[in-house]
């Protein structure tokens, strides 16, 4: 058990280091090599690859319910502790883009919902949601003629980047990408073990611990914002994770491997609603502290209801 613990949290750890690394260097890298700054935000906007690498492993390991779960636990994860947790601090800004990235989240929920809820997704399922989401960016750049910056890019565009080599960029973004593998490696470890000793199924683990621990990045994102005053930007990465989560991060696990769970639905239909509550908690533009107090609450229930 502790070991298990113990290997979720140098997943974390690593998963952290190894997207801010991936997602740094592979925008540098676009700049450095002339790469636009649209492609190189169709690529990246709320892109969690260290989520696709977790979901992928566990599924090639026919952990189909962790694979899922991850991917679905982490969006009730981030919709609900993260935002709660960052609006109890400073209340969140709620514009309208920010808005139409919810309802477009909510949109890819139901995707995901759809595909899981015969209890089995398949490979041209997986590959359907990979689509969807592809849709998704080309609906948003064809909108604003531009996709949208958000998540880790955003930070990144802000950073000065130096005169670094393409070649040094590339392999610093894969070396993110190999920390990330390494991340996911041991988070689906620790998973199994937490797993015998709960004597918990691979779907309930995946839905709140494997995806705690896949989700501290968005954490530090969150916080990181709130602190320098751009927390806009992080509620958009929020959003547009939670929307790259139900179809790309599922759709890959199951184009690796068929996925087969159980006891899935409660919580995609769950991860479907959650960024529709979040735009009427927010109705007056803002998430204030005390629907940031109900969406905490509203996740300590959703972890005792799925472990119980």
């Given amino acids: 058990m502790l070991i298990g613990l113990g290997l979720l949290l140098a997943a974390a750890v690593l998963l952290v280091v190894g997207a801010e690394l991936f997602v740094e260097n592979a925008a540098a890298a676009a700049r450095t090599l002339g790469v636009s700054v649209l492609a190189v935000g169709i690529l990246l906007a709320g892109a969690e690859p260290e989520e696709m690498l977790t979901g992928i492993l566990a599924a090639l390991d026919g952990r189909g319910g962790l694979a899922a779960g991850d991917a679905i636990g982490a969006n009730v994860t981030m919709l ?11 209340p ?44 998704g960016v080309g609906l948003v750049w064809w909108r604003e003629q531009a996709p949208p910056t958000i998540g880790e890019l955003a930070e990144a565009e802000e950073e000065p980047t130096g005169r670094r080599a393409p070649v040094t960029g590339l392999l610093l973004a ?36 494997l995806a705690l621990a896949t989700t501290a990045e968005l954490f530090a994102l969150v916080f990181a914002a709130a602190r320098h005053g751009v927390s806009e930007i992080a509620v958009a990465g929020v959003v547009g994770a939670a929307a790259y989560n139900a179809t790309a991060s599922l759709g890959a ?43 905490c609450l509203a996740y300590a229930a959703y972890v005792v209801v799925v472990l119980a």
């Fill in 80 to 90: 609900t502790a993260a935002l709660g947790l960052a609006a109890l601090a400073r």
């Fill in 92 to 135: 969140l800004p709620f514009g309208p883009r920010v808005r139409t990235y919810a309802l477009l989240s909510a949109l890819a929920g139901a995707f995901a919902l759809a595909a899981l809820f015969d209890g089995r997704v398949s490979r041209l399922e997986g590959g359907l949601l990979l689509a969807g989401y592809a849709a």
């Fill in 174 to 209: 894969l070396l993110g990408v190999g920390i990330m593998l390494g991340g996911g490696d041991a988070a689906v470890t620790g998973a199994e073990r937490v797993v015998v000793a709960l004597g918990q199924s691979d779907t309930a683990v995946g839905l709140t611990i």
């Fill in 253 to 295: 696990a199951a184009l690796a491997r068929p996925l087969v769970v159980a006891g899935m639905t409660g919580a995609a239909t769950l991860a479907a609603l959650l960024p529709v509550a979040a735009v009427v908690l927010a109705s007056r533009g803002r998430l204030g502290r005390v629907p940031g107090a109900a969406l």
